[in-house]
Structures are given as C-alpha cells and as structure tokens.
C-alpha cells in the first residue's frame, strides 16, 4: 500500500483529526492506492497547481479499486481539463469576495454567512470558491466577537448559516464557544450549517457537538452536501440517525455534475438514499461558472429534461429544487421546468 500524507498530527487529538490528517494530496498516489494505471492521467497532476488535491482516506475508501469512471473519484481527481476556458466562467462566479466584515457575507435581509473556516476536508474540484480569497476572510476570536457586534445591531438577522471552507473544520471547542456567543442574540432563532465534512468523515459528529447543538436555543438546521449515492454508506448513516435523533434536521444539497450524477438513475438512487438516511433532499444545483470546472458543467435544458424524468419516477418530497446562484441576486433562482400542461 503506498504511503498516505499525515499531515499535522498533535497529541491528544480525537478520532475524526487523526483522519482528517490521512489524506491524498499526490494523485499518483491516490491513484496507486485505487489500483489504477496513473499512466494516461499523468497530464491531470498538472492542475495541483491551480487547486490542491485534497482527499481523505474514509472517502477514498467508498471509491471503486480500478474503476477510473468512478463518481466519487470524478469529483476529486485532478483534470487535464481545468485548463479549459470558456465565455462566462470567472474566479468570483458568485460575485461574493467584497465581504461586510472579512469573513461575512450580508446578501440576505435576514441571513448572514459567516466562514467560520476556510479550509475544507475535501478539495472538490468543481468548488465555486477554489479562486476565494480565504487567506483574506479567517477568522479569529476577534474577527468573532466583531461578527457578533454588527449581528446584534440588525434584530432583522434571524439565521446566521455557518459555511466555509467547511464549518465543522472548527474544534468542537471552537463550534460551542461560537453557540454560546450568538445563544446572547434573542433574534437569532436559527443555526444553519453548511458541511461536507460529515459525509467525508463521518466520526466527525462527537458526542460533546451533538449535545451543544441540542442544546442550543434556537433550531439548528445542518445541510450536507451528497453528490452520489455511493458516498451514503452504514457510517454515514448512523451519523445521520445520531443528529435527528439530537433534534437537527437534515437536508441535502447537490451539485448537478457531468458524467457524475447527470443521469436519472443517478438522481434516483441518491435522493432515495438520502431519504433513507433520514436526509431530506433540499437543492440540486446547475454549477456554478468557475474557472476550472467547465468539464463538469450540464446544460441548462439537460438538467430540466432531466427534472421531467425525476418527478415521473420519484414521490414529489423526494424531487430536489432544482436552481442556480446568480451572482449579486439575493437568493437563489429557481429553474423554471415547463411543467405547467398549456390551457
């Protein structure tokens, strides 16, 4: 077995930081470890230098031995093809990097997102954030308490949606002093987490971040991110079970990717996966445009024609909504379907 990259070991740390710390980040080697002839993809490692690889071993280990087509390993893997430009795909597709406060971002009246890491546990190749200026948007105990401030001048603020970068990077330490800080805020009657690092690493959900966010005064909500179906496995299960049963609801969004998940089949066993998990399917989104990741962008008219053959094969509750960002709008846009019959 090849080596794996541990990176940052410390003492005492818990179980879910010692696995975050065995990653890929040589995709020969990833390749070595799938059994996969590294040959014709020697040109890919090249795109390293526009986007580190990043992958982690619990999430390498839902990955196919030898199968180069492999959905999970597609989302991951580098791409001879990030160098491809195309007319409308840019670095800031969502025209977000003039933040109110370096490290959150006021678009929504009655929401704001606050990166509370900038770094993730998995460098998904077709992230809209891979040009973000992260370096420029951490924060620190500081940065957080000046957060707090301008949150507590707006009572109209009643979620604050903790994003990234992936949120639960954070220490359980860090996750619960940032709980009791916005717990001071009467008006915030919401907690939105948005996170990937579960379905990565799925011991990452502890017992001590269970009970802070059952505890919390307000409703937590946490949104996971799942692509395939292939990355729900029995770990990722009971992660699920173990935060419903601590009364945080779950949904998922995904990202409608070319030669992934573009296929009806694909969707439906996702989405009824995801219901079995006790996951609520919430958004599937049309990529956004940035550079880098126009080999997996899917076009617009696909993804409705696509939708028909969801809703004719799924109950309704398990048809994700389908839209797109746009940036400088203030929500997301929904995708008109066509389904309405003429009259």
């Known amino acids: 077995m090849p080596q794996?990259?541990?990176?940052?070991?410390?003492?005492?740390?818990?179980?879910?930081?010692?696995?975050?710390?065995?990653?890929?980040t040589d995709p020969q080697k990833l390749l070595q470890y799938l059994a996969i002839d590294e040959a014709q993809f020697r040109e890919s490692f090249k795109a390293r230098k526009l986007f580190p690889l990043r992958v982690p071993v619990p999430f390498a280990d839902r990955m196919e031995q030898g199968n180069i087509n492999d959905p999970l390993l597609k989302q991951v893997m580098t791409s001879s093809d990030e160098f491809l430009t195309e007319e409308g795909f840019s670095n800031d597709p969502l025209l977000e990097q003039d933040a109110a406060i370096p490290g959150l971002l006021h678009k929504y009246d009655n929401r704001v997102l606050l990166m509370l890491k900038t770094a993730c546990a998995v460098n998904c190749r077709y992230c809209f954030r891979r040009h973000f200026p992260y370096q420029e948007n951490s924060v620190n105990q500081q940065k957080l308490q000046q957060i707090a401030d301008y949150i507590a001048d707006k009572p109209q603020i009643n979620e604050v949606i903790l994003s990234g970068g992936d949120p639960l990077m954070a220490s359980d330490k860090h996750v619960i002093q940032l709980i009791e800080l916005l717990s001071k805020l009467k008006h915030i009657t919401r907690l939105r987490i948005h996170t990937r690092l579960p379905v990565v690493i799925p011991s990452r959900?502890?017992?001590?971040?269970?009970?802070?966010?059952?505890?919390?005064?307000?409703?937590?909500?946490?949104?996971?991110?799942?692509?395939?179906?292939?990355?729900?496995?029995?770990?990722?299960?009971?992660?699920?079970?173990?935060?419903?049963?601590?009364?945080?609801?779950?949904?998922?969004?995904?990202?409608?990717?070319?030669?992934?998940?573009?296929?009806?089949?694909?969707?439906?066993?996702?989405?009824?996966?995801?219901?079995?998990?006790?996951?609520?399917?919430?958004?599937?989104?049309?990529?956004?445009?940035?550079?880098?990741?126009?080999?997996?962008?899917?076009?617009?008219?696909?993804?409705?024609?696509?939708?028909?053959?969801?809703?004719?094969?799924?109950?309704?509750?398990?048809?994700?909504?389908?839209?797109?960002?746009?940036?400088?709008?203030?929500?997301?846009?929904?995708?008109?379907?066509?389904?309405?019959?003429?009259?």
């Open 205 to 343: 959900i502890t017992p001590e971040l269970l009970t802070a966010l059952n505890q919390a005064p307000f409703n937590v909500v946490m949104v996971l991110h799942v692509n395939h179906g292939n990355e729900i496995d029995e770990h990722v299960v009971n992660m699920a079970k173990s935060l419903k049963a601590h009364n945080v609801t779950l949904l998922n969004q995904a990202v409608l990717l070319k030669d992934i998940n573009d296929s009806a089949a694909a969707q439906v066993e996702l989405n009824e996966k995801l219901f079995d998990a006790g996951i609520m399917p919430y958004y599937l989104h049309l990529l956004d445009k940035v550079n880098g990741a126009v080999h997996f962008d899917v076009p617009q008219q696909e993804a409705i024609n696509l939708m028909h053959q969801l809703y004719r094969q799924l109950p309704g509750f398990l048809v994700p909504k389908l839209v797109r960002e746009i940036g400088g709008e203030a929500h997301k846009t929904p995708i008109d379907l066509g389904l309405h019959p003429e009259l």
């Open 4 to 24: 794996i990259v541990v990176q940052n070991l410390i003492p005492h740390q818990s179980s879910w930081q010692k696995e975050l710390g065995q990653v890929f």
